[in-house]
């Protein structure tokens, strides 16, 4: 199984008059067009992408949708309770891996959590890898998803995903 972590796209600051439920706070204009951008990043580093599972909360849900969009057909998004800020996840990304071994599935969250699991999943148990936002990074697993079993592949800042997305694709 592979995964991809990427981390929600710039958001509005927080307002407790215009989203009294931080849960609401939404990506801001430039957030959704760098999320838009970074997600075609991910989208020529990773062709086929299985599934999406998203946090609750509106920036992940909207991030996870530019996710979806960059790819043809996209794949489905899945709201994961889990995912919020503060839950763990690991449970439910290790019962997966047993039933779709050879999926590659996208967790779109936030920090510190996701940076958190990436840590313990590639063994750096108390260093976690942080995510700028709009950022991600790839963990392949051989067999199921277990605690420091995972193999960091790529860990990209949005610039070099923005960056990916505009290159045009050699031809061969």
Not at 88 to 100: A, K, N, Y
Not at 105 to 134: F, M, Q, S, T
Request: net charge positive.
């Amino acid at each position: 199984m592979k995964l991809v972590l990427f981390r929600h796209g710039p958001a509005g600051r927080r307002d407790v008059k215009r989203w009294p439920d931080d849960r609401e706070r939404p990506l801001t204009g430039i957030g959704k067009k760098r999320t838009r951008k970074a997600a075609q990043g991910i989208a020529r580093l990773e062709p086929k992408l299985s599934r999406i599972w998203t946090s609750p909360l509106v920036r992940a849900r909207e991030t996870a949708e530019r996710l979806a969009m960059a790819y043809d057909p996209p794949p489905k998004i899945t709201v994961v309770d889990a995912l919020a800020p503060g839950m763990d996840t690991l449970h439910e990304i290790m019962s997966e891996s047993r039933r779709t071994p050879g999926d590659t599935i996208a967790l779109v969250g936030h920090e510190p959590d996701l940076g958190a699991l990436a840590g313990r999943l590639v063994g750096r148990n108390a260093a976690g890898l942080p995510l700028k936002k709009a950022g991600a990074c790839r963990i392949d697993f051989t067999g199921t998803v277990r605690v420091g079993a995972g193999t960091l592949d790529w860990f990209l800042p949005p610039r070099v995903l923005r960056r990916l997305a505009r290159k045009k694709p050699e031809v061969s």
